[in-house]
C-alpha cells in the first residue's frame, strides 16, 4: 500500500487540492482514478503550530519512506 504524508492548517482545503489539482502527480492520477473512497485518510498529528508543520511532515517522509515510488511523496 502507497502513503502519502502532507500537513497544513485545512485539512478540507488540502483534501480538494489533491482532487482538483491541475499538475498531474501519482496522487492526483489515482484520486481521479480511484475517487477519494478507494483510500484512508489520517490525521496524524493535530493542533500543530504552522511554524513547525514542514519540519514534521519532512520527518514523517523520511521515517515512512513514502517518496515516489515507494510512496505518492
Not at 511554524?51 to 515516489?68: A, G, I, N, Q, W
Request: net charge negative; charged share 35%.
Amino acid at each position: 500500500m502507497k502513503e502519502y504524508i502532507g500537513s497544513t492548517v485545512d485539512f478540507k482545503t488540502r483534501i480538494n487540492d489533491h482532487e482538483n489539482r491541475k499538475k498531474e502527480t501519482p496522487l492526483s492520477e489515482d484520486i481521479q482514478a480511484f475517487c477519494w473512497d478507494s483510500f484512508l485518510v489520517e490525521i496524524i498529528l493535530d493542533s500543530v503550530p504552522a511554524v513547525d508543520l514542514k519540519r514534521l511532515e519532512d520527518l514523517f517522509v523520511d521515517s515512512e519512506d513514502t517518496m515516489v515510488p515507494r510512496g505518492y511523496n
